[in-house]
Nanobody
Framework: QVQLVESGGGLVHAGGSLTLTCTASTTSGYNFDAYAMAWFRQAPGKEREFVASIIWNGKETFYAGSVQGRFTIFRNNIGKMVYLQMNSLKVDDTAVYYC?????????????????WGQGTQVTVSS
C-alpha cells in the first residue's frame, strides 16, 4: 500500500504563494518511484479536477491550463515526497487539494486512473 499525507495548506491573500507537500509511506513491495504522482483539487459544489502531474523520475510534467505558469510540481524520490508550489494565487484556486499516486501518466488524466489518495489539505485564497 501507498499512504499519502498532504500538508501546507492554509489561508493566503490573492497574489500570494503556498507550497503543498505530499509525504508518502509505502509497505513492502510498493516503491514510491514506481508511481506517477499528481495533484487534484475540489472546490465546494464542483467535481474533483486535475491540477498537475509528474512522471516517476521527475523529468516530465503536465499541468491544467488554469494553473500553467503559476504552479510547479516536483518530487523527491529519496524522501518520498511530492510538492506543489503555487504562485500568483487566485480566489478561484480555493479548494481542497489532494495528492494521488498511479501508474498512468498522460495529460488531463481522470481521477479514476489513480490508485492511492491522500485526505486532502484546504487552500483558501481571499480577495
Amino acid at each position: 500500500q501507498v499512504q499519502l499525507v498532504e500538508s501546507g495548506g492554509g489561508l493566503v491573500h490573492a497574489g500570494g504563494s503556498l507550497t503543498l507537500t505530499c509525504t508518502a509511506s509505502t509497505t513492502s513491495g510498493y516503491n514510491f518511484d514506481a508511481y506517477a504522482m499528481a495533484w487534484f483539487r475540489q472546490a465546494p459544489g464542483k467535481e474533483r479536477e486535475f491540477v498537475a502531474s509528474i512522471i516517476w523520475n521527475g523529468k516530465e510534467t503536465f499541468y491544467a491550463g488554469s494553473v500553467q505558469g503559476r504552479f510547479t510540481i516536483f518530487r523527491n524520490n529519496i524522501g518520498k515526497m511530492v510538492y506543489l508550489q503555487m504562485n500568483s494565487l487566485k480566489v478561484d484556486d480555493t479548494a481542497v487539494y489532494y495528492c494521488a499516486a498511479g501508474h498512468i501518466f498522460q495529460p488531463n488524466p481522470d481521477a479514476d486512473s489513480f490508485l492511492f489518495w491522500g485526505q486532502g489539505t484546504q487552500v483558501t485564497v481571499s480577495s
